[in-house]
């Protein structure tokens, strides 16, 4: 009984040592990488985010060269 404990209590300690119980992207590397994929485009994509939430992507008014406005 003993050896079972210690045997059960060594494989939970490589477990926890492995990483996460449960994998994040799938075992089929065909779907892991369109995983992979989408999980980058979505962190590219905060930058854009980031810009249009502060009004970055809005054009600069403040240029010191002087425009008509109006018809010429």
Do not use: K
């Not at 209590?9 to 989408?38: E, K």
């Not at 980058?40 to 002087?66: A, C, K, N, V």
């Amino acid at each position: 009984m003993r050896g079972f404990l210690v045997a059960v209590f060594m494989a939970l300690m490589a477990v926890s040592q492995s990483g996460c119980i449960l994998p994040a992207y799938s075992g089929d590397p065909v779907r892991r990488t369109q995983q992979l994929i989408n999980t980058s485009e979505g962190l590219r994509l905060i930058q854009d985010e980031w810009e249009r939430m502060w009004f970055l992507d809005q054009p600069d008014h403040t240029t010191p060269y002087r425009t008509h406005g109006g018809i010429i």
